[in-house]
């Protein structure tokens, strides 16, 4: 099963690596990681999505709070959080498929940023879902690069964290 | 007042009380050396830099205090790895110093360049790059303090030379706050009182002691918990020692090379109180066919050492000695009488035995050397045969006398660590059991512990073998010993022991064992003891990797 599992750091070098180091060394696959600053700039917020059972997604929780560097651990739970991820994709067009390459792009409201006689660049955030599908519109066409940002998530529940790893609302 | 980077370090090292620092020079730790000459600790010069590492180890271990070394950058920097990673492993409290290049240098492959903090990231708790010399004090600050709190671990900083020259204000903080460290000491009240009544309700629990148990000085309590309740203890390589093994509730150590008692009665148990100990793989045999029956209290500081590999029903995170004191409280006695009954004829029936004739045996010279020493000795041991037979047949009664690589299971060890153990303990009567194979892996230290005067015993059972390999060999790949002889490339350790300044001696019969042993104890040097035990000698019982811990080979119980 797929986890999304958001990480509080301190921004500082070497964390990254700490976390990547840590995943690898323990057999835990990424499937997805972004990282950035947060409203505080001295924390920066990891979120890796991984595949993994019950068990070793308890182990990777706990391995990750283990470092020293790690402020706070989140998972999140179904229907809790948005997720998003930015995607580049270059997609091959002739004067014959322009149109209809065209239609599918608009259809998942996916932004069209730049075009040549042989390629069009689109760009496209969204969930899961919505990515999966532009792909799956595409691909018929030739899809000649893939470039992704890795997803980020937020919780919506009004239980979320702040950088500090405290909760929105005191209860 | 101002202060070159040298200057704090050593500042925040007398802070800290540190009384030795073991290690070696080089080109890029020599502000750091200048600085020493003058200081008020006593620096232990080792032969390689693995022993500084093993010394501050085994120092720790003994004495309960944070271990520390020191080495120059690149090869320095590296040698220490090993014995990071056995620190890493047993929980042990180390901060390891290495010069670095030149800051400006860094990252451009400059002459003994090497990123010691890429290395070591995952076998140290935690590591610094020193970046900005106003960080150093707070950072030595930080490290001594992760070390030594939660569950304790080696802790390296690496410094670059230029850093070790620049001035700054020495201000030591007094407080440490890192957001994200904050262990938990106190275990859960409701937990306690959960593991208190499913204590109370066994009929047949067990203890199992681990590392953890000692890490915390935790076995009066531990002895409390097992002798008011009437409950057996079995114990771990590294939670030897925090239970006597010489009680009658005692059933020595558990697991591959356990007793054949331990491992049944675990087997048995419808409750484990695991108390600082993980579950490890050489305890556990095969996980699925393990205490099929028991219910499992798990008491440990760390976390993620709970329902790693044994699911937990009661888990307590926290410090085995806090949590024990309250679950003291709590406890009413179990009816375990049949249960004690029971261990009791095992233990009878099924003893630690090896075969007793004229033959000169590794586990004849152990107890002659427990007998020797009433059992106050300090015992530290390489790794394999000699071990094993340290931890079957010495018996050991009191907490910091065993100090043996568990986790990571290092040849090399035992002497280094034994020269820590005795700087730390200088009335201790400190040993190394040894292989032939394992003390040729830091023969060197023979002049440290020569040239610093103490009398460290190194008892080697030498059997012309890498015997724990080749006892694999023989039992599991059809007596095809490939490459674990050493017999004809053996070195003479007694005349190895005189070039260093050393005594050695050679024991070839049963009968000058003991009298080896008195002698040797009264010789205020360092010794050597080649003892040629049998050569082909087993360590039994054994359990095959993989299998489950009651199908023993050698056990006596099937
Ligand atoms: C540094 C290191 N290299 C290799 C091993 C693998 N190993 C485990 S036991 C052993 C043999 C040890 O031989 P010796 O020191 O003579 O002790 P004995 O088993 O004969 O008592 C070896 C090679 C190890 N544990 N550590």
Known sequence: ?171 | MKMTGAQILIECLKKEKVEVLFGYPGGQVLPIFDKLYDAPIKFILVRHEQAAAHAADGYARATGKTGVCIATSGPGATNLVTGIATAYMDSIPMVAITGQVKSFLIGNDAFQEADITGITRPITKHNYLVEDIKDLARIMKEAFHIASTGRPGPVLVDIPSDIQMQEAEFEYPEKVSIRGYNPTYAGHPGQIKRAAKAISDSKKPILYVGGGAIISDASKEVTDLAINNEIPVTMTLLGLGAFPITHELSLGMLGMHGTAYANHAIMDSDLIVAVGARFDDRVTGKLDAFAPHAKVIHIDIDPASVSKNVDVDIPIVGDAKTILRELNKHVKKPDTQEWVKTIAEWKKKYPLKYKEDDALRPQYILEQIFEATNGNAIICTEVGQNQMWAAQFYKFTKPRTMLSSGGLGTMGYGFPAAIGAQLGVPAAQVFDIAGDGSIQMNIQELATAVANKLPVKIAILNNCYLGMVRQWQELFYKHRYSYTCLNGTEPDFVKLAEAYGAVGMLITKKEDVRPAIDKALKINNTVIMDFRIEQEENVFPMVPAGEAINKMIGGGLA
């Open chain 1, 1 to 171: 099963m797929k986890h999304t599992i958001s990480i509080l750091v301190e921004n500082k070098f070497g964390v990254l690596a700490r976390i990547s180091g840590l995943f690898s060394a323990r057999g835990f696959n990424i499937s997805s990681l972004a990282v950035g600053e947060t409203e505080d700039p001295t924390v920066s917020r990891m979120t890796i999505v991984v595949e993994g059972d019950d068990k070793t997604l308890e182990q990777i929780k706990k391995q990750s709070n283990k470092l020293i560097d790690v402020i706070k651990v989140i998972d999140y739970k179904e229907g809790d959080f948005i997720d998003r991820e930015l995607i580049l994709v270059k997609v091959s067009i002739s004067p014959k498929t322009k149109k209809e390459v065209m239609e599918a792009i608009e259809a998942v409201g996916a932004k069209i940023e730049s075009t040549s006689d042989k390629s069009l660049c689109v760009e496209a955030t969204g969930d899961r879902a919505k990515i999966k599908t532009l792909l799956e519109l595409l691909r018929p066409f030739g899809i000649l690069e893939v470039v992704r940002t890795g997803r980020i998530a937020m919780d919506t529940t009004g239980k979320g964290l702040k950088a500090d790893g405290k909760p929105e609302v005191n209860e």
